[in-house]
């Protein structure tokens, strides 16, 4: 690792370096003591481990071909092809402003809501171009969960209803919705703390309970993609842990894409990682690959803390 | 307090004496108007008075009570509203959500500044002159003879209440939307929701509260406001209804006159000459503010139980 003992001198005094012990099978060295780490500094949730799945890489549900996209001219994803698998975790990793979330947000076409954005390449929904798609459409299909939980002003159910219920309207009527809300409910693992108060308002849930709910809410219209923007980072460990433990339960039956700042996170939870490095992408591979045999050296130096 | 203030230079302490006497000043003026207006209203209020009507004519020295100012106070301040609401949340919703392009949203908001800069009596002059054309004798009616309208009715004095009302409508509707995080928008989008649900099921729940408070600000300008009173609903103590084909429309294009107008004409600047009646009037209309806002405030409960924002 001379890389690293080259950083820590050029850099006084030596930034707390996360060290992922390379040999085989990899194991992850806990977190470092006091200080703030490149990767977010979020406290490890320790009690955690990491479940190898058995089965191979699943039906390829997305893919993006020759992706670009700038804003303003000035671009943020060059030219990245990458798939998005069913039943497997999919974590975006790379230093701040590196164009994850903005790669993740092309997905369902988000990044169009910004005026100054535009984009090259094509993004496939299993096989067909999404831009064929009514985009109201392409996004109950790829849905999405926010960095900051944002329920709705309204009740639990009717967050969860949310997407069910036509444009603008509240039909159909609460008992025809009963069923699929309680489902959404309970696949986000909720369904226990809020099932005899669903006509509670939604914001005076805990943050993490709110997290949860927005995850039921996006799973309610049964998204075939779920897109993840960091859905942990203002939560607390315990929180996090949760959402984590509901992440790996609903691979099977949703391609997850997360974008993540805590290598950890991405370490226990993913099953590809792609390493994005200045709009490109520097490296996709499972996640033994890049946490323990990274190809890239810069990928090695990132997920061993040497910069970020 | 932590910090000993014997340890302030003299401004300091000067200072912080000066802002607690204006508190407490302003304090003072508030109660001295409340007390003043409640021992008044109480000593001069006849529970009669509020359902009969005012003498006919100008004089108020003899019989009569406030009915009509009040049923007068209520139309126009509705009629100010029915306007105001709709025009005012759609103009914020148009400002905040789309605003292209840029220079017609520089224009729309320069548009509703101006309109809240100008004082209410250039507004009813101007209203006069613009409703006493002829082709909008509809609002009021035409005397015969004349080639212009009469230019004053409940309908016009609504009309010109609504723009007094309009920008603080239009201020309080953005301030709330501005609040709302892009991400909670997005996040509808993201459940494959079309901008208009979006604002009808999420944004416009959220600034519920907002859109209330500027609309009870604006209720009370309106029936406070007695420029546009005088010179564009006549005045008139009793309402005049307009008797032709129109029936129930009759009020609407008639004159009249509201609490404000009422306490005006029998103040010693008017011809009235019922100072106790002016008294009278004031505290029910402050009363009638109160419960204004009280009726707002729980209309815009709903969304208060929903947690807010």
């Known amino acids: 690792m ?90 975006l990793i790379g230093p701040s402003g590196c164009g994850k979330t903005t790669l993740l947000r092309s997905l369902n076409r988000l990044t169009e809501l910004t005026a100054t954005a535009s984009r090259e390449g094509r993004i496939t929904l299993d096989g067909g171009d999404v831009d064929e798609l009514e985009v109201t459409e392409l996004r109950r299909r790829v849905s999405m969960v926010f960095q900051q939980p944002n329920p709705f002003p309204m009740s639990i159910f009717d967050n969860v209803a949310y997407a069910l219920r036509e444009q603008g309207s509240k039909r159909p009527r609460k008992a025809e919705l009963m069923e699929p809300v309680e489902d959404a409910l309970r ?35 049964r998204p075939e993609v779920l897109l993840m923007d960091e859905p942990c980072s203002a939560l607390d460990p315990k929180s996090t842990a949760r959402i984590e433990e509901l992440i790996l339960q609903l691979r099977d039956e949703v391609a997850v894409v997360i974008v993540t700042h805590n290598l950890q996170q991405a370490y226990r939870i993913a099953d590809h990682v792609a390493f994005m490095w200045l709009g490109e992408l520097e490296e996709y591979g499972p996640v033994e690959q890049i946490f323990g045999a990274a190809h890239s050296q810069r990928t090695l130096d990132y997920v061993s803390g040497a910069f970020g | 307090m932590i910090e000993n203030r014997r340890s302030w230079a003299l401004r300091d302490r000067l200072g912080f004496y000066a802002c607690w006497a204006a508190g407490l000043a302003l304090c003072a003026i508030a109660a001295a108007v409340a007390i003043y207006m409640l021992v008044k209203g109480v000593s001069e209020l006849r529970p009669a008075m509020l359902f009969e009507r005012p003498s006919d004519g100008v004089d108020q020295r003899g019989q009569g009570g406030l009915l009509d100012p009040i049923a007068g106070s209520l139309l126009v301040t509705t009629i100010g509203i029915a306007i105001a609401l709709p025009l005012g949340v759609g103009v914020a919703l148009w400002l905040v959500e789309y605003a292209r392009p840029f220079w017609l949203a520089r224009l729309v908001e320069s548009g509703v500044e101006v309109i809240a800069g100008t004082p209410s009596i250039v507004l009813a002059v101007f209203g006069l002159i613009l409703f006493s054309e002829s082709f909008l004798s509809v609002l009021s009616f035409k005397p015969e003879g004349a080639d212009t309208a009469f230019g004053r009715s409940f309908l016009i004095a609504g009309a010109m209440m609504s723009l007094i009302a309009l920008p603080l409508i239009v201020g309080a509707t ?136």
């Open chain 2, 174 to 309: 953005r301030e709330g939307l501005n609040a709302i995080p892009g991400h909670v928008r997005e996040a509808s989008y993201a459940l494959g929701k079309t901008k208009a649900a979006t604002i009808r099921r999420v944004l416009l729940p959220t600034v519920r509260p907002n859109i209330a408070a500027g609309t009870a600000l604006g209720m009370g300008r309106i029936i406070g406001d007695t420029a546009i009173i005088v010179i564009l609903l006549g005045a008139t103590a009793r309402l005049q209804p307009l008797e032709d084909v129109f029936g129930p429309a009759g009020p609407l294009r008639g004159t009249g006159s509201t609490l404000t107008s009422f306490v005006y004409n029998n103040s010693p600047a008017g011809e009235g000459g019922a100072f106790e009646k002016a008294y009278a009037a004031a505290f029910v209309l402050l009363l009638i503010v109160v419960v204004l806002n009280l009726v707002v405030a729980r209309i815009a409960g709903g969304a208060a139980r929903q947690g807010g924002r």
């Open chain 1, 187 to 221: 696949r986000a693992g909720l369904w226990d703390e809020v099932g005899t108060t669903l006509d509670h308002p939604a914001l005076r849930l805990s943050g993490g309970q709110q997290q949860r709910l927005c995850i039921a809410r996006a799973l309610a219209a």
């Open chain 1, 2 to 91: 001379s890389t690293e003992q080259q950083h820590e001198t050029l850099v006084p005094p030596p930034p707390p370096v996360r060290r992922i012990v390379i040999d085989d099978p990899p194991t992850i060295v806990p977190a470092p003591r006091g200080g703030a780490t490149a990767a977010g500094g979020t406290a490890p949730t320790a009690s955690f481990q990491r479940t190898e799945r058995a089965d191979a890489a699943g039906v390829e549900r997305m893919r993006t071909h020759a992706l670009s996209i700038a804003y303003g001219g000035k671009p943020a994803v060059k030219a990245v092809d990458l798939p998005v698998r069913q039943g497997e975790v999919l974590a």
